[in-house]
């Protein structure tokens, strides 16, 4: 299982428009895009279990879905 430290710099350095959203007696996401040109290859996959930690605590832990490659203009993520 990965863990995603979405507090670490390398998270902020890399994400853009990261959100975390949780229901109160639902689930919770995180969402962010991630510009293609910072990878070899995207570094999950679809189903991947990831555990999201902010300072030390842990948001959620479950599957990556909605994997969503994207261009627009000229950006790619």
Do not use: Q
């Not at 949780?22 to 995207?42: D, K, T």
């Amino acid at each position: 299982m990965k863990t995603l430290d979405v507090s670490s710099s390398d998270f902020l350095d890399m994400a853009e428009s990261p959100s975390y959203n949780r229901l109160s007696f639902g689930g919770a996401s995180v969402s962010f895009r991630a510009p293609v040109s910072r990878f070899a290859s995207c570094p999950f996959e679809e189903g991947e279990i990831v555990k999201v930690v902010w300072r030390g605590k842990t948001l959620l832990i479950g599957p990556v879905i909605d994997l969503e490659h994207s261009l627009e203009g000229t950006s790619e993520s």
